[in-house]
């Protein structure tokens, strides 16, 4: 039975009339989600610039820049450039925008709810993540500067404080705590997530009718839940090793810029390996697997056909989540571990490409002989399918023990996991972005800029990172600040140039891009109808943009599956998921 | 009773979300739970059964550096165990029973004897920290600090997150006393009960710490 306590103030679900609780303070699932999505955009767009520095870096590598004190870059600028890239694309866009943005305003319309299922709680984690990302940028800003060791930060470098670079005083400290908030911040996005899915569904919103975008968006909270934990834990026992004293990852006898360290013993580096990869590796999926879910809803919708095999899809999001757990130590191979272990995680981790083919092979058999769009939306999540598989197949190299140590640490490893993590989900996004923003701002992406847009990131992309592949293959070391000095690899100079060029290139289509979004946001198409793509799922049965309570208060009922395209006997092409059967019109 | 695992699953299979049937009550007080629809109860249970299941990761993370960082250390020294650790135990136990008791009053309406117990609950909570406080302050004492070994560091950090945990515990308990339950979307019944839940949580959580440090100490 279920049951609403003390009332529960039906029909008082009112929207809030100033501006500080309509759209700073607010409670609201859909402007959360849109705080979130602004959040990602600024961050992505510091990610970017400080991608864009490293680059002119790597292009030209001598060259004196104005823009540099004494027209060179320093080798710990490059450092605290590449670690603050890394940790603000990971954390600020690849976990917030697919999961917390697009997630937050869509899965509670999807499933036909009126809002998460604690709104005060969903406001606190977007303020503690906004607290998370000042923190973090506040360590450019500190002495030292921000932290130069990576977005992994390994001990024990990272556990000794500043005399292990200058970045890793202040701004090291200030990176594990604004880390720490994350995580909290993180832990109640999921919880909510999962609650409201399990809880809030509308009646006939059936696990086996729910769109794939929930069933990632549920996964990924899973994994966020069960994850976020254990890197919190880490980030306190490295915080105290860095200012209690401890030697929990510090290990005796180190001798650290000609000082021996001598007030450390006994602590395990690795033991930090475990733990953060144990949480990093799902961190992956947390990225990409939104994206997956956003990639199958638009493929099927503009193919007007239903997803291919829509259990198998639904059996390899819970598959792949539930092997990410798995196999953290296949970042950890050159590590000493045992070949036996190695050899464990090695099966374990090819044995992602199953999951990872059924998906593959389920979206190509849900374009086969479909009525293919080709808009904007479309092409980005085409653009992910061709992303996803260059950049999975990578992984199936790396997976192996023997490879992996001729690669480990190369720019091999970089192409892989900014195809298939990073831009991969940046296209899912997109993908999301260009299908939504009609629903969400009751106004048309420009498609003609878009179309530019794409073709320019589609191809800048492969330009940047199919090159890195062979660099990789040639033995380049990555994160390293000059390999000028080194023969081989100095030949391996025009490539650099190369991927730097095409990377300014890319960057200037993403300026495309933010032109395309304000310019729309203000003077885009109107969108008048509710359901402007012919879609299914509930989000479209509502107005553009959609009212404070979602459904003004009438709950939907759920009749249909999330894909019943081109069904035969119906008149339409599509029958929403809210259509009554004797409504649905007959042929 | 809501929130049982099984429940959720009935539900889960049955694909019964939220708002199917109309709130109960139908108090058409306005604003009696301000700008916020009404959710079902057993949302609340879920949400309670996640967060103790992030809050085990979190301590099997930290279960396991201290297993791991044991195995590894010749440096391990023994940490004893300050004895008024066993007296904080027994507080703790006996106010899961407290707790028990005042929910059984709060159901058969004794409202004063709810309130009594569930004071004394929260009483023995508090008393329970000022233990641990006492233990740290005592082991201190005998020179075992922070950083002096990883044996005590896991101790002041494993009781720390500990008591860090049950201080939301007695926030919690402070909370179902002292909140306005008419304008709340849930009973202060089911608050109870969610407090119910977490404290007896907290004691397990107790227990297992205190075999873990009591062990490989």
């Known amino acids: 039975m279920v049951t609403h306590e003390n009332g529960g103030g039906h029909g008082h679900h009112q929207a809030p009339t100033g501006f500080i609780r309509k759209y700073v303070f607010s409670i609201d699932h859909k402007v959360i989600g849109i705080q979130y999505l602004c959040l990602a955009l600024f961050s992505v767009f510091v990610g970017m610039a400080l991608s864009a520095l490293m680059r002119l870096h790597l292009g030209w590598p001598n060259a004196h820049w104005s823009i540099f004190k004494g027209g060179l870059m320093t080798p710990e600028q490059y450092l605290a450039l590449m670690t603050m890239h890394g940790t603000i694309m990971v954390f600020m866009v690849l976990t917030t925008a697919p999961q917390s943005g697009f997630g937050n305003y869509f899965l509670p319309i999807q499933i036909g709810a009126a809002d998460m299922a604690f709104p005060v709680l969903n406001m606190l984690s977007f303020w503690t993540t906004m607290v998370s990302l000042l923190v973090m940028i506040a360590a450019f800003f500190v002495a030292g500067g921000a932290p130069i060791g990576g977005w992994t930060s390994y001990p024990p470098l990272s556990a000794l404080g500043e005399m292990a670079g200058p970045g890793q005083g202040a701004g090291e400290t200030l990176w594990i705590i604004g880390l720490a908030i994350f995580c909290g911040a993180s832990l109640m996005g999921a919880l909510n997530f999962i609650t409201t899915l399990i809880d809030l569904r509308v009646k006939g919103m059936t696990l086996g009718r729910l769109p794939l975008t929930c069933w990632t968006w549920f996964v990924t909270a899973i994994l966020g839940l069960l994850a976020f934990g254990v890197l919190l834990a880490a980030c306190i026992l490295l915080l105290l090793d860095r200012i209690a004293g401890t030697s929990f990852f510090i290990p005796g006898g180190l001798v650290i810029t000609d000082q021996v360290i001598t007030w450390h013993k006994g602590g395990s580096p690795l033991l930090w390996q475990h733990l953060f990869w144990f949480f990093g590796h799902p961190e992956v999926y947390i990225a990409i697997l939104p994206g997956m879910g956003v990639a199958s809803h638009l493929l099927s919708t503009f193919s007007r056909k239903p997803v291919f095999g829509y259990r198998a899809m639904v059996g390899a999001i819970c598959g792949i989540g539930f092997l990410g757990f798995c196999v953290w130590g296949h970042h950890m191979f050159i590590s000493g571990m045992s070949p036996y272990s190695a050899f464990a995680f090695s099966i374990l981790t090819m044995t992602i490409g199953v999951p990872s083919a059924i998906k593959t092979f389920n979206w190509l058999g849900t374009l086969w002989g479909g009525k293919i769009t080709f808009n904007c939306a479309m092409l980005f999540a085409l653009g992910f399918v061709s992303l996803f598989v260059s950049g999975g197949l990578s992984g199936l190299f790396l997976a192996q023990p023997a490879l992996d140590l001729y690669l480990h640490d190369g720019y091999f490893v970089v192409a892989h996991f900014h195809l298939i993590m990073g831009v991969a989900a940046i296209f899912g996004m997109f993908a999301g972005l260009y299908f939504w923003f009609p629903k969400m701002f009751g106004r048309f992406l420009n498609e003609g800029i878009g179309k530019l847009h794409f073709w320019l990131t589609f191809i800048g992309v492969y330009a940047i990172f199919m090159p890195m592949h062979f660099l990789g293959l040639a033995g380049h070391p990555r994160r390293y600040f000059d390999t000028t000095a080194v023969d081989f690899l100095q030949k391996l100079q025009p490539v650099h140039v190369f991927i730097s060029i095409a990377a300014f290139i890319t960057i200037g289509a993403q300026l495309i891009f933010l032109f395309n979004f304000f310019y729309s946001l203000f003077a885009g198409k109107e969108c008048k109808e509710e359901n402007p793509w012919h879609a299914t799922t509930l989000e479209w049965s509502i107005p553009s943009p959609p009212p404070f309570d979602n459904f003004a208060g009438v709950e939907p009922v759920v009749y249909h599956g999330p894909y019943e395209f081109s069904v035969p006997g119906a008149a339409d092409d599509y029958i929403p998921q809210h259509l009554a059967p004797n409504l649905v019109k007959k042929a | ?217």
């Open chain 2, 1 to 217: 009773m809501a929130g049982t695992v099984a429940e959720d699953l009935e539900i889960i299979d049955a694909g019964r979300g939220g708002g199917t049937g109309t709130p109960a009550g139908g108090d058409d007080d306005s604003g009696s739970s301000g700008p916020l629809h009404p959710v079902p109860k057993r949302a609340y249970f879920t949400a309670l059964q996640l967060g103790l299941a992030a809050i085990v990761m979190f301590f099997m993370a930290l279960a396991s550096s201290y297993i791991v960082r044991r195995g590894l250390g010749l440096d391990w020294q023994r940490t004893p165990l300050p004895p008024v650790l066993w007296f904080n135990t027994v507080v703790l136990l006996t106010s899961s029973v407290t707790i028990v008791v005042a929910r059984k009053k709060l159901e058969g309406g004794e409202r004063e004897a709810f309130r009594s117990w569930w004071w004394v609950t929260t009483g023995l909570g508090l008393l329970f920290l000022a233990g641990q406080i006492i233990a740290w302050r005592q082991l201190a004492a005998a020179g075992m600090l922070l950083s002096t070994n990883p044996s005590s560091s896991f101790f002041y950090l494993l009781t720390a997150a500990h008591g860090a945990h049950l201080a939301g515990g007695i926030f919690s308990l402070f909370y179902v006393t002292f909140r306005n339950w008419k304008r709340s979307r849930i009973s202060q019944a089911t608050a109870a009960e969610l407090t119910s839940i977490y404290w007896h949580f907290m004691d397990g959580l107790w227990i297992f710490l205190l075999v873990l440090l009591t062990l490989g100490r």
